[in-house]
């Protein structure tokens, strides 16, 4: 017997770099976003429910344009994640900045009971991607055995501006070994890739995290137990962020999860920055004419 299978998609980022509240940018040929892609990729998957992590601030705009076409197709939810519900009861702090994806997978907690899936709102992961997450979830057996979708580092980069990745370290029967957050990824005159912050280089065929992870619901109290030591050596920083791979990563070290890394021929693209609209739409495009999204005609 199959699991029951959720998406939870983080969308409460307002997207500071692309300008706008890039979530629900309309794109392509339907001028949909690109979360509609992902919502439709996943149902078609296997995918039984769609939870969100929004903000308040924006909830009507999104659930008018977003959320009601997730209605249409499967179960769907909605959580908040806001400055003030912290993991483990942790007092808030006067800050802008979201706590993180950490924080926002912690957020959907009271809404998902089965293995799920996280990505992020505002990149397009393609179908594969889902096919295999899901298959993963479904069939699994362990709450300690989780997944991570990886993709070609050299496909993932933008022309127009570093970009942030989770850099995969693999054993032999490829489980995770470690996930390094390059935060300032970017190609150089020469063609080479690095990581300005650290200035380590990289390779063109190393595995990244596009935030793609499958879960089940034990990651909810490890991330409360992982904050309760984050918040507060962090909350007089307001620009640090609880993430997601660092979670993941320390979990590794203590060898309380084993991670899969699944990797995907996906084409995967985002819109990081306003630069990168053209490709997008060039891409979504493409794909109208291949007649892989009959429901957006």
């Given at each position: 017997m199959?699991?029951?299978?959720?998406l939870?998609?983080?969308?409460?980022?307002?997207?500071s770099?692309?300008?706008?509240l890039?979530?629900i940018t309309?794109?392509?040929?339907?001028r949909?976003a690109?979360l509609h892609y992902t919502?439709?990729?996943?149902?078609?998957?296997?995918f039984d429910?769609i939870?969100?992590?929004i903000r308040e601030?924006?909830?009507?705009?999104?659930?008018?344009?977003?959320g009601?076409y997730?209605?249409s197709?499967?179960?769907?939810?909605?959580c908040?994640?806001?400055?003030?519900?912290?993991p483990?009861?942790?007092p808030p702090?006067d800050r802008?900045?979201?706590?993180?994806?950490a924080?926002?997978?912690w957020?959907?907690?009271?809404?998902?009971?089965?293995p799920?899936?996280?990505?992020?709102?505002?990149?397009?992961?393609?179908r594969?991607a889902?096919i295999?997450?899901?298959?993963?979830?479904?069939?699994?057996?362990?709450?300690?055995?989780?997944c991570l979708?990886?993709y070609?580092l050299?496909?993932?980069?933008?022309?127009?501006?570093?970009v942030s990745r989770?850099?995969?370290?693999?054993d032999?029967n490829?489980y995770?070994?470690?996930?390094?957050?390059c935060?300032?990824?970017?190609?150089?005159?020469?063609?080479?890739?690095?990581?300005?912050?650290?200035?380590k280089k990289?390779?063109?065929?190393d595995v990244?995290?596009?935030?793609f992870w499958g879960?089940?619901?034990t990651?909810?109290?490890?991330?409360?137990r992982l904050?309760?030591?984050?918040?507060?050596?962090?909350?007089?920083?307001l620009?640090s962020e609880?993430?997601?791979?660092?979670?993941?990563?320390q979990l590794?070290r203590?060898k309380?999860?084993?991670?899969?890394v699944?990797?995907?021929d996906a084409?995967?693209f985002?819109?990081?920055?306003r630069e990168?609209?053209?490709?997008v739409?060039a891409?979504?495009?493409?794909?109208?004419?291949?007649g892989?999204?009959?429901g957006f005609q």
């Amino acid at each position: 017997m199959q699991n029951k299978t959720t998406l939870l998609i983080m969308a409460a980022g307002m997207g500071s770099r692309f300008g706008s509240l890039k979530q629900i940018t309309p794109l392509g040929p339907h001028r949909k976003a690109l979360l509609h892609y992902t919502i439709y990729d996943a149902v078609q998957a296997g995918f039984d429910k769609i939870v969100f992590v929004i903000r308040e601030s924006f909830a009507k705009e999104f659930k008018e344009f977003v959320g009601t076409y997730a209605e249409s197709l499967a179960e769907t939810a909605y959580c908040y994640q806001e400055m003030d519900r912290l993991p483990g009861g942790m007092p808030p702090v006067d800050r802008e900045k979201p706590w993180g994806t950490a924080h926002a997978i912690w957020c959907a907690k009271e809404a998902i009971k089965e293995p799920f899936a996280a990505v992020n709102a505002d990149d397009f992961y393609g179908r594969d991607a889902f096919i295999k997450a899901h298959d993963f979830l479904a069939g699994s057996t362990s709450g300690k055995e989780y997944c991570l979708i990886g993709y070609r580092l050299a496909s993932t980069l933008s022309e127009n501006g570093t970009v942030s990745r989770g850099v995969c370290e693999v054993d032999a029967n490829n489980y995770l070994t470690a996930v390094t957050e390059c935060t300032k990824i970017g190609i150089l005159p020469d063609g080479s890739i690095v990581d300005e912050e650290s200035g380590k280089k990289l390779q063109a065929d190393d595995v990244v995290s596009m935030n793609f992870w499958g879960f089940t619901p034990t990651v909810f109290a490890e991330i409360e137990r992982l904050f309760a030591a984050f918040y507060p050596a962090n909350k007089d920083n307001l620009k640090s962020e609880f993430y997601i791979p660092k979670v993941v990563d320390q979990l590794i070290r203590e060898k309380a999860v084993q991670v899969k890394v699944i990797p995907t021929d996906a084409k995967w693209f985002g819109v990081t920055y306003r630069e990168d609209t053209p490709g997008v739409n060039a891409a979504l495009e493409a794909y109208d004419k291949a007649g892989l999204y009959p429901g957006f005609q």
